[in-house]
Every structure is written in C-alpha cells, then in structure tokens.
C-alpha cells in the first residue's frame, strides 16, 4: 500500500518497531518513526495531528483496536483505514478497529493527500 502511496506523490509516514522494515521503508523514501502506534507521543512526533488518514496495518488485533481508539479521540480530522497483514489478523474485526474500512477503499488520490 505504502509504495501505490508514493507512487501518486503522496507523503507517507511509518510507525514501526522491526528495524528491518524501517531501514527497508527508509530505502523507499518513506518517513519512519521507531516506536509503539498505540503511544500517543509517537503518533504526535509522527504527525498524525495533521494527517488526512490513518492506516492501521498491524497483525495484532488488539493492539490495532487500541491504535484506532486512541486515533479516533485524538485525531478526528483523520480517516481510519485498517489492513490484514495475515489471514486472523485484521484491525476491522472487533473492538474501536470495527468497521475500519481498507485503505485501497479511501480512495488514494483523496484520504491520503
């Protein structure tokens, strides 16, 4: 998703905790931040208060709810997306992640501008 993103010049920016996936991402060009989604100084040092969308794309289920929670209290200006990165893993299953829509159904040119 992060590459299709970029490809419509679209500024993306990761949270992860995999320095594998971080020096991967920063290879691409991405913005990366080492960190934990479900802390609310990473999400802010990340720049979710002025993000137009949040993609929640994390296999654990529960602490995807936990992100999109606190997304939602915190950053109401974004659009929430949630993504299966394995088949029992989705962050639109249960909890706050319930109803998540996919993020190639926030249409990219418009939520991820």
């Given amino acids: ?3 299709a993103l970029l490809a419509r010049d679209v ?10 996936m971080i020096r991967s991402a920063g290879e691409f060009g ?18 979710a ?3 137009r969308a949040i ?7 529960a602490a995807a709810n936990q992100i999109a929670e606190l997304c939602r209290g915190q950053f109401p200006q974004a ?3 949630g993504a299966r990165l394995r088949p029992r ?4 299953t ?14 990219i040119g418009g939520a991820f501008r």
Avoid at 11 to 20: A, G, H, L, R, S
Avoid at 89 to 92: E, M, P, R
Avoid at 94 to 107: F, I, K, S
Wanted: with cysteine; proline share 3%.
């Fill in 30 to 47: 991405f913005k990366v931040y080492y960190g934990d989604g479900r802390r609310l100084d990473v999400l802010h040092a990340s720049g």
């Fill in 94 to 107: 249960g909890g706050a992640g319930r109803g998540l829509p996919h993020p190639r159904d926030l249409r």
């Fill in 89 to 92: 893993a989705c962050a639109g």
């Fill in 49 to 51: 208060g002025s993000a």
């Fill in 11 to 20: 500024d993306v920016t990761i949270i992860d905790t995999d320095i594998e």
């Fill in 1 to 3: 998703m992060s590459q």
């Fill in 79 to 81: 659009r929430l997306a």
């Fill in 55 to 61: 993609a929640v794309c994390i296999d654990d289920r």
